[in-house]
């Protein structure tokens, strides 16, 4: 663990994982859209589920999930090389598309995000988001939490800034809050938001309530928390 930095003036977040229960908010919304790439197969819609990191024995997502650590260009890509069909760039905006109409019905919080929120902002810290998800629909999910407006800066497999773990939204970041690189913190549950923080040369925080995981994510991290209301 390092020492705290004497001054964090900015936070910027991981989405999925760390503001966003990714299981009650993914499962279903993947679904749909496997059960559209395999053309109604049941059966088919499954594998490709499984093809990117669904565990169907324990109805969750493995933690290195393919899914959850790639854009969904790259999922799209994966479901039509598996039903053996070429892939197309129509194919990514149509899985972008279906996952923004299914994902706004399930998506919940991590904790009492609102509250957690309103405590950062009561202390004057900025805050953003930066996903592997698309901007729009990141923005959307925050919205429909009732802490869209909280968020000045999100970033997301699309854009404005390359994708996590480029560092350039760290940077883009701190020149949006006024601070320096190293007076933001980068908090998430992956070793690609870490990589993010070391990168871009922030305060790494880790977030996780598994012990497994922990164990992995701690070296990569200055801190380790159980859950953002730990902040």
Same mark, same amino acid.
């Given at each position: 663990m390092s020492v705290l930095p004497a001054r964090i003036c900015a936070v910027l977040f991981d989405k999925d994982g760390t503001l966003v229960d990714?299981?009650?908010?993914?499962?279903?919304?993947?679904?749909?859209?496997?059960?559209?790439?395999? /053309?109604?197969d049941e059966a088919l819609a499954l594998r490709l589920c499984e093809a990117v990191g669904w565990d169907s024995a324990r109805a969750t997502f493995a933690p290195d999930a393919f899914f959850a650590n790639n854009p969904n260009a790259a999922i799209a890509a994966r479901w039509r090389a598996l039903a053996g069909k070429p892939f197309t760039a129509h194919d990514a905006g149509r899985l972008d598309a279906i996952f923004a109409r299914a994902i706004l019905g399930s998506v919940s919080?991590?904790?009492?995000?609102?509250?957690?929120?309103?405590?950062?902002?009561?202390?004057?810290? *900025?805050? /953003? *988001?930066?996903?592997?998800?698309?901007?729009?629909?990141?923005?959307?999910?925050?919205?429909?939490?009732?802490?869209?407006?909280?968020? *000045?800066?999100?970033?997301g497999y699309d854009g404005p800034c390359p994708p996590k773990p480029d560092?350039?939204?760290?940077?883009?970041?701190?020149?949006?809050?006024?601070?320096?690189?190293?007076?933001?913190?980068? *908090?998430?549950?992956?070793?690609?938001?870490?990589?993010?923080?070391?990168?871009?040369g922030a305060f790494a925080v880790a977030v996780t309530a598994d012990e497994g995981h922990r164990a992995v994510l701690a070296p990569l991290a200055d801190v380790t928390i159980g859950s953002i209301d730990e902040l």
């Amino acid at each position: 663990m390092s020492v705290l930095p004497a001054r964090i003036c900015a936070v910027l977040f991981d989405k999925d994982g760390t503001l966003v229960d990714f299981d009650r908010t993914w499962a279903g919304t993947m679904m749909a859209g496997a059960r559209d790439f395999a /053309g109604g197969d049941e059966a088919l819609a499954l594998r490709l589920c499984e093809a990117v990191g669904w565990d169907s024995a324990r109805a969750t997502f493995a933690p290195d999930a393919f899914f959850a650590n790639n854009p969904n260009a790259a999922i799209a890509a994966r479901w039509r090389a598996l039903a053996g069909k070429p892939f197309t760039a129509h194919d990514a905006g149509r899985l972008d598309a279906i996952f923004a109409r299914a994902i706004l019905g399930s998506v919940s919080p991590l904790g009492d995000l609102a509250a957690v929120v309103a405590r950062l902002r009561a202390r004057g810290l *900025v805050l /953003g *988001v930066a996903t592997n998800d698309s901007r729009v629909s990141a923005e959307q999910q925050l919205l429909a939490l009732g802490v869209g407006e909280a968020f *000045v800066f999100v970033t997301g497999y699309d854009g404005p800034c390359p994708p996590k773990p480029d560092p350039t939204a760290v940077r883009e970041f701190a020149r949006l809050a006024g601070c320096r690189p190293e007076e933001i913190a980068v *908090v998430g549950d992956s070793d690609n938001d870490m990589k993010l923080a070391r990168a871009g040369g922030a305060f790494a925080v880790a977030v996780t309530a598994d012990e497994g995981h922990r164990a992995v994510l701690a070296p990569l991290a200055d801190v380790t928390i159980g859950s953002i209301d730990e902040l």
